[in-house]
């Protein structure tokens, strides 16, 4: 056998995957690259190494031609593409002819980058790869790209095969890791034996003992949750049913449809640092992303669906952003497990019937702003409601008639006291107040521990226009007001988060509505430009 082949070979046997610089070694082996200066988008001439590279890129896009017409059937312009880099390559139209036909790739990123869960996308952009192969040869064989990893490789850059890779690997993998990491190497298996053919190799197999070992250690497929619920779905996904919400439909420019938004809590008490692997179980923050998102339901429908999730941090890699528990790897792609979820007959109407008949009645404290609350009291169903004071812009309403739906921030009550301990006190009365953002949140509970009425209080900041390090007023100021000596001062600014020209201090932040108004006219009066976030309301 051919070295090459045979070291190509034991690798994907061991690891499942064809790495770059083997892919790359696979290309040496067809001929040399026929130089060219650096970033010169010139053609090169079809000479027998560009032309097999060629056939190779033009093979994997059509395997995966297919993922793409499931994914988009109207648009054509991929096969388009496939046939048109065929012709070019059996002589029957020109370069410039087939370069004409390369102006889809933006239209292509972008479907990417909005549809990026989806394989359909990453088919596309191995088919306009091909054409690029076919004019210009791989451009990751270039001198340049000789000690590159697959690390190194931005998505944008990558190959066709690799593009074809990930389309094929995530198509009907029902989002199940185990079955994603099989289709993978059975994809590698099989553009070796196309690339070993190019090499002369006619007869070349991928040893199917091989492909058997590697599925023997990946993890077992889950059955589908034979009822259809919104918390069998949840657990299908490896989470557990938090709420949902409907948003009415926008008609302004982007016409969204209206669209029911799942929240999926993905608890766990460590998560698994991806550098070290050791177990990382300190908390930075709770996170939500978006993991399914324009899905179109019966009816005209969309469904979004979001992750909530604690995010830790590893003490020996602070760089490392996002840490989130084990179960949020269950499922290695949405799209494909809510593909499989719904696949047999009624049970897409099953789900909507769900999402229709289960909306609760609920509040997710979140961004909103206590003027929010006051003037939607009523819409967002909250009794026995009203201001407690208005010159603190304080507001109290009851919450039993929407338990147990009451959220912070995506969380249940217990979820944000466990996970954000720093920002819960308990005060004298028995009551809980909870510090966010802009506001602050009293919590009054029953006999039995519920929740029973809640009281908002608008925490207010002032903003500072312009460097405070570099303002030769503020250190006084802040002393004065804050009863600090002016070195702790000089301390805080060092504390600042910026927006957009505007500062915001440690010392002049979680401060009530007359305090923000006194600080405000002193710093004034000694020549600091600043503001009150969020805005005053009017008395
Ligand atoms: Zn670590």
């Known amino acids: 056998m051919i070295p090459i082949l045979e070291q190509v070979e034991k690798e ?83 370069a410039e002819a087939l370069n004409t036909e390369s102006g889809v790739i933006d239209d292509f990123v972008d479907i990417a980058d909005n549809k990026g869960d989806d394989s359909g996308p990453a088919a596309a952009l191995a088919a306009w790869g091909a054409l690029v192969v076919a004019l210009e040869d791989e451009s990751l064989l270039e001198p340049w790209c000789a000690d590159a990893v697959d690390s190194d490789l931005d998505p944008y850059d990558w190959d066709t095969a690799k593009n074809a890779a990930m389309a094929w690997r995530d198509a009907d993998s029902e989002g199940n890791p185990g079955k994603r990491a099989v289709r993978e190497i059975k994809f590698w298996a099989w553009y070796l034996k196309e690339a070993a053919k190019l090499l002369g190799a006619e007869n070349y197999r991928f040893p199917p003992k ?24 949840a657990e299908y996904m490896g989470g557990s049913y938090q709420f949902h919400t409907y948003t009415e439909p926008r008609k302004c420019y982007d016409k969204t449809p209206g669209t029911y938004k799942v929240h999926l809590w993905f608890g766990g008490d460590h998560g698994v640092c991806p550098v070290c692997h050791k177990a990382a179980d300190e908390v930075t923050s709770v996170f939500a992303d978006c993991c399914l998102w324009e899905v179109p339901l019966p009816g005209g429908r969309a469904l979004e669906v979001n992750r909530v999730m604690p995010n830790f941090r590893c003490p020996d890699h602070p760089e490392v952003q996002f840490i989130f528990p084990p179960s949020t790897e269950l499922v290695s792609n949405y799209n494909s497990a809510l593909k499989h979820y719904w696949k047999a007959p009624g049970r897409k109407q099953a789900f909507l019937e769900q999402l ?53 921030h995506n969380c249940t009550l217990e979820q944000y006291f466990r996970y954000h301990p720093d920002q819960v006190r308990w005060l004298e009365d028995g009551s809980i107040e909870v510090e966010f953002s802009r506001i602050w949140i009293q919590i009054w509970m029953d006999e039995s521990g519920q929740p029973k009425r809640i009281m908002l209080t608008t925490r207010f900041s ?31 600014l060092q504390t600042v988060r910026t927006s957009s020209g505007e500062y915001e201090i ?24 600043c503001r009150i976030l969020p805005p005053l309301m009017e008395q």
Not at 23 to 51: I, N, Q, V
Not at 76 to 88: E, W
């Open 506 to 529: 440690e010392p002049l932040s979680g401060l009530t509505r007359p305090e923000a108004i006194r600080f405000q006219s002193t710093l004034e009066a000694g020549g600091v430009v």
């Open 356 to 408: 229709e008949s289960r909306l609760p009645r609920m509040l997710n404290i979140q961004a909103m702003s206590v003027e929010y609350i006051a003037r939607h009291w009523e819409e967002l169903h909250l009794t026995n409601a009203g201001w407690t004071d208005r010159e603190l812009e304080q507001f109290s309403f009851d919450v039993d008639q929407i338990l147990p739906n009451l959220f912070l």
């Open 462 to 492: 002032i903003w500072v226009e312009g460097k405070p390090s570099k303002n030769p007023f503020l250190p006084g100021l802040l002393a004065k007001l804050r009863g600090i000596t002016l070195e702790q001062a000089k301390e805080s």
């Open 12 to 94: 994907i046997a061991e690891t499942g995957v064809l790495s770059f610089p083997s892919r790359r070694k696979l290309w040496e082996a067809m001929g040399s690259l026929e130089p060219r200066e650096r970033d010169f988008g010139t053609f090169r001439s079809l000479t027998e190494p560009l032309k097999k590279r060629a056939e190779l890129a033009l093979a994997c896009a059509q395997k995966v031609s297919r993922i793409w017409c499931a994914f988009d059937s109207e648009d054509k312009r991929p096969q388009r593409l496939v046939k048109r880099t065929r012709a070019y390559l059996d002589g029957k139209i020109s």
């Open 210 to 233: 091989y492909i058997r070992a590697f599925q023997e250690k990946q993890s077992p497929t889950r059955p589908v949750p034979e009822e259809v619920t919104l918390e069998s779905f």
